[in-house]
């Protein structure tokens, strides 16, 4: 991300530059002395190098004018120069400008696709961590399943041995023998005890 964004920087940077420089071009209206003044075009070795040729054969021609008139050979050779390195010093002009047009229209170009690569850095960088917030939160339901898990099989474990415990320490300790008569009272039992009743009925009357 931080490559991407001081690449962009940079990009924008330069097309400032180069944008400002298109501007200063569209100012001077085509004008070839106001396209001189300007640094990056007229400060071209070889747009330099025809300007001061063209400027030599005017100054010349100025010299043969005092003493030669317009239809002599010498002037006319001079004319004929003077129009040809114009002609020549135009065309290095006009293609300046177009090399800062082209590169203000590359800049241009490569600042978009930056912007594009960016853009879609930052999503990847974003998907990347909701990938990974994710997986921080399936991992964390797998750990929490895996402690329940855990819990279980030591509850279930011991369970068992609770279990297996219970069953080893049952001992029959005497075994019961069933009655070999009736539960109930006998017949003498039950007039011993009716005697018992009635001779303390007898003699509590007398005593009352």
């Not at 990056?40 to 070795?45: A, P, Q, V, Y």
């Not at 229209?105 to 594009?116: G, N, P, T, W, Y």
């Not at 041995?161 to 009272?185: C, E, F, G, N, Y």
Request: aromatic fraction near 6%.
């Amino acid at each position: 991300m931080r490559r991407f964004g001081d690449a962009l920087t940079d990009a924008r940077i330069r097309l400032l530059d180069a944008e400002n420089k298109v501007r200063q071009i569209q100012d001077c209206d085509g004008d070839l002395a106001r396209l001189m003044d300007v640094p990056f075009i007229g400060g071209r070795r070889e747009v330099m190098a025809a300007f001061n040729q063209l400027s030599e054969l005017k100054r010349e021609y100025k010299v043969l004018e005092e003493v030669y008139l317009s239809k002599h050979p010498l002037m006319v050779q001079n004319q004929a120069s003077q129009k040809s390195v114009a002609e020549a010093l135009q065309q290095l002009t006009g293609l300046a400008c177009k090399q800062v047009e082209s590169e203000f229209e590359s800049i241009q170009l490569e600042v978009s696709e930056l912007a594009k690569n960016f853009v879609n850095a930052e999503q990847m960088v974003l998907n990347w961590e909701r990938a990974f917030v994710e997986y921080q939160r399936l991992e964390d339901d797998v750990d929490n399943q895996r402690k329940i898990i855990k819990m279980l099989a030591e509850r279930y474990n011991e369970t068992s041995i609770a279990q297996k415990m219970d069953l080893h320490s049952v001992r029959v300790l005497d075994r019961a023998q069933p009655p070999t008569q009736p539960v109930s009272a006998s017949i003498v039992q039950l007039g011993a005890v009716a005697v018992c009743i009635a001779a303390a009925f007898f003699v509590a009357v007398p005593v009352g």
